[in-house]
């Protein structure tokens, strides 16, 4: 798995013709769950923290 900017990943879908689904977080099982099952079917995914999650891990 890699992290890339979200300009980049668009483009890269744009040019495949291809979509990206994004998510938002809850919790580390969320963020697990959406990236293994991103993993298995090799489809980039796009993550946003929720207020559950930005609570928890004090994210600003």
Not at 18 to 23: A, E, I, P, T
Request: with cysteine; glycine share 6%; aromatic share 6%.
């Amino acid at each position: 798995m890699s992290i890339d900017s979200l300009t980049n990943l668009l483009n890269c879908a744009k040019t495949r013709n291809n979509y990206v689904v994004g998510f938002v977080v809850q919790g580390w099982e969320d963020a697990s769950s959406f990236v293994r099952a991103a993993d298995e079917t090799e489809t980039d995914i796009i993550l946003q923290s929720g207020p559950g999650l930005r609570k928890i891990c004090h994210l600003n």
